[in-house]
T-cell receptor
Framework: AQTVTQSQPEMSVQEAETVTLSCTYDTSESNYYLFWYKQPPSRQMILVIRQEAYKQQNATENRFSVNFQKAAKSFSLKISDSQLGDTAMYFCAFMKHADGANSKLTFGKGITLSVRP | KAGVTQTPRYLIKTRGQQVTLSCSPISGHRSVSWYQQTPGQGLQFLFEYFSETQRNKGNFPGRFSGRQFSNSRSEMNVSTLELGDSALYLC????????????????FGPGTRLTVL
């Protein structure tokens, strides 16, 4: 079974600054995906960024980037130029790679990020 | 294209009752997954339906059941409600194409907030 751990329950950052959210995971799988999801107060879960485990290059999406350390089983999210709209709960999640035959996500407990004006 | 819709958005029930939640996936999506979100346990996978068959199941008691119809719409049923069933229930849909290297992005609905009194 897979586990995903987010040890920081809350973080706060000043608008326009950079913040890094941490995540570690444990799995015996060699091929998998890792994700960061954002859940704003509306509760709508939104995919922020995805990383395939077989890719060494870290994924980036505009102001969002990850630091994927496969050997250390670490997957952190960096948010640059933080904006007020980034205020939300952020979840790290894992999905086994099963050639399309699997949709199950295993989530961490989440971290509440507050962006201060 | 319309997103994932869930009905009802809010529900209040009493212990011992049963409840049915509905999820309509994005048009063309064949897989529907259900998650329970609580402050204590976080996000937990309930089950996934694909082509009217349960493909994956989480670790929940038999009081939690689901089904999927030929149009891919899914329902989730909880019988003999307990106070601990109070939660946000999220469903997610995906295309569920199979094949080497296929990844099924999950698109989440807004959730149904169930309160058990």
């Amino acid at each position: 079974a897979q586990t995903v751990t987010q040890s920081q329950p809350e973080m706060s950052v000043q608008e326009a600054e950079t913040v890094t959210l941490s995540c570690t995971y444990d799995t015996s799988e060699s091929n998998y995906y890792l994700f960061w999801y954002k859940q704003p107060p509306s509760r709508q879960m939104i995919l922020v960024i995805r990383q395939e485990a077989y890719k060494q290059q870290n994924a980036t999406e505009n102001r969002f980037s990850v630091n994927f350390q496969k050997a250390a089983k670490s997957f952190s999210l960096k948010i640059s130029d933080s904006q007020l709209g980034d205020t939300a709960m952020y979840f790290c999640a894992f999905m086994k790679h099963a050639d399309g035959a699997n949709s199950k996500l295993t989530f961490g407990k989440g971290i509440t990020l507050s962006v201060r004006p | 294209k319309a997103g994932v819709t869930q009905t009802p958005r809010y529900l209040i029930k009493t212990r011992g009752q049963q409840v049915t939640l509905s999820c309509s996936p994005i048009s063309g999506h064949r897989s529907v997954s259900w998650y329970q979100q609580t402050p204590g346990q976080g996000l937990q996978f309930l089950f996934e339906y694909f082509s009217e068959t349960q493909r994956n199941k989480g670790n929940f008691p038999g009081r939690f059941s689901g089904r999927q119809f030929s149009n891919s719409r899914s329902e989730m049923n909880v019988s003999t409600l307990e106070l601990g069933d109070s939660a946000l229930y999220l469903c997610a849909s995906s295309l569920a194409f199979s094949g080497h290297g296929t990844y099924n992005e999950q698109f989440f609905g807004p959730g149904t907030r169930l309160t058990v009194l």
